[in-house]
């Protein structure tokens, strides 16, 4: 079971707004589901938005509610968490790849495809790059 919407915070981040878990949290945890209206894929290219995922060839998931706190994750190229698609449930689980400390921001790599469409062309604003940038 994920963690209760309680047990996080939204904040302004770098890349506009971010998820901060308020709660210690275990390696291979599911930290949080990624919800939204299940639209088909055909439906999702005529009203694009950035917080589409993709499930398989044939559905989407519309994250765009404010109601899915998932949506405020940002990408990282250094990722504390990885989306899992759960084939049983067609649901998107969003879970830990490493110990994450209470007060930490919650990421994951958005993917190679996202990432060149949206964040490449204004740049990489996670740890990793801000920080390489900066030497």
């Not at 996080?8 to 939204?36: H, M, N, P, Q, W």
Request: hydrophobic share 25%.
């Amino acid at each position: 079971m994920a963690i209760a919407k309680k047990d996080f915070k939204v904040f302004k981040s770098s890349a506009g707004f971010g998820l901060r878990t308020l709660k210690d949290i275990k390696k291979g945890e599911l930290v949080i589901e990624y919800t939204g209206r299940k639209t088909t894929n055909e439906a999702a290219e005529r009203h694009p938005n950035r917080y589409q995922f993709d499930l398989d060839e044939k559905w989407t998931i519309d994250g765009s509610p404010r109601s899915n706190t998932a949506r405020y994750i940002n990408h990282s190229c250094r990722p504390n968490c990885e989306a899992v698609y759960y084939t049983d449930t067609n649901e998107i689980g969003i879970e830990s790849i490493r110990n994450i400390k209470a007060g930490e921001e919650l990421t994951y790599d958005y993917g190679k495809e996202y990432f060149n469409e949206y964040i490449r062309p204004v740049g990489c604003k996670c740890e990793k790059c801000t920080a390489a940038r900066s030497r």
